[in-house]
């Protein structure tokens, strides 16, 4: 991998900000100069979906989680040599900082893009996936809003699919799959673009917060 161009101390707090404590809600008017509708991306790796949406989308705010500081530093220097300041990351766990710092009803998009498959079965347990994960999701979006996940694992995808059907407070729009390389304008993931060149099929859903479970009354573990 690529050595990270090391960020300012000055650039490093603007871009990678710490974590609130447990329990301390993250501030969007305070977290990035401009307002605007926040995504948040969990997991982005080397960040290409990440930086790419900031570029594309200067009216929205990104908000990026990658438990691997190395990535979470290599994507804060890409935003902070394009400027791109409605752009952060921090560098820690997307299923706490989802469950414990985020508002509820204050996110309009999602985004999990291959999520580690932990191939084993007896390692199942450690997918960021469960049940517990799918009540933070929905209780962190605004009513009506999407969170978007693909992955090149059928067997992830079909057990995504299995809690959707049985989780309150999500509904499932679309599920489809496809071997094509996107388009050259798509704002696509680094894995994303290894599975296709490699021929391999993407799964992709979207599934929306259903109004009657959005909120506070939602109780995450
Ligand atoms: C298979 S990679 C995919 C990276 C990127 N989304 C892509 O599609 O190119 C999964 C990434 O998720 C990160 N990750 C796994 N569990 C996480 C968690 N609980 N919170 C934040 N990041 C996580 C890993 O460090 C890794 O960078």
Known sequence: MRKPQRLTPEQASSWVPDPP???????????FPKPGPVELEIGFGKGAFLVASAEKH?????LGVEHERKYAFLA??????????????FAADGSRLLALNIPAQSVSAIHLYFPDPWWKTRHHKRRIMTPAFLLAVSKALKTGHPFHMATDVEDYFLNTLKL?????SLSLQQAWHCRDMPPPEAVVTNFERKAHAQGRSVFRLIATTKAEHSGSNIKVE
């Open 76 to 89: 804060a220097s890409r935003l902070a040599r394009r400027g791109l300041t409605n752009a952060r990351v």
């Open 58 to 62: 200067s009216d929205v705010n990104f």
């Open 164 to 168: 959707l059907e049985n989780c309150s």
């Open 21 to 31: 404590p447990p329990g301390g809600l993250v501030d969007w008017a305070q977290f």
